[in-house]
């Protein structure tokens, strides 16, 4: 199972970005969703998260009110559209895949996604 996380660059304070993951619709169709987010010498931290179905949607207090998170299964995409972005939005994001089993209180943590992508970078300057 393989995740392809793309959309990162440089960007301005203030401004947007939209991230993708695509993965084979059959598989990802059997997974809920999520980003995460490491910044150079700190750990993963959880970013937002999707249910299979979109019905619930996940976020860091960080992030609340500037980032989405959506999905299309019939594409097999999720994306992440940050906008507002800050420079402490700098990191590396990776996207994942959780199984439908997964309760609320464990889709904020990383070791509940078991299919991960590669990552894709974000640098924000101020």
């Known amino acids: 199972v393989q995740l392809q996380a793309s959309g990162g660059g440089l960007v301005q304070a203030g401004g947007s970005v939209r991230f993708t993951c695509a993965a084979a619709?059959?598989?990802?169709?059997?997974?809920?969703a999520g980003w995460f987010r490491q910044a150079p010498g700190k750990e993963r931290d959880f970013v937002a998260a999707i249910t299979w179905g979109s019905s619930k949607k996940y976020y860091a207090d960080s992030v609340k009110g500037r980032f989405t998170v959506s999905r299309d299964n019939a594409k097999g995409i999720m994306y992440l559209d940050m906008s507002s972005l800050k420079p402490e939005d700098t990191a590396l994001y990776y996207c994942?895949?959780?199984?439908?089993?997964?309760?609320?209180?464990?889709?904020?943590?990383?070791?509940?996604?078991?299919?991960w992508g590669q990552g894709t970078k974000v640098t924000v300057s101020s």
């Open positions: 619709r059959h598989t990802f169709r059997d997974y809920n």
């Open positions: 994942a895949g959780s199984p439908l089993s997964t309760i609320t209180s464990e889709m904020y943590s990383a070791r509940s996604y078991t299919i």
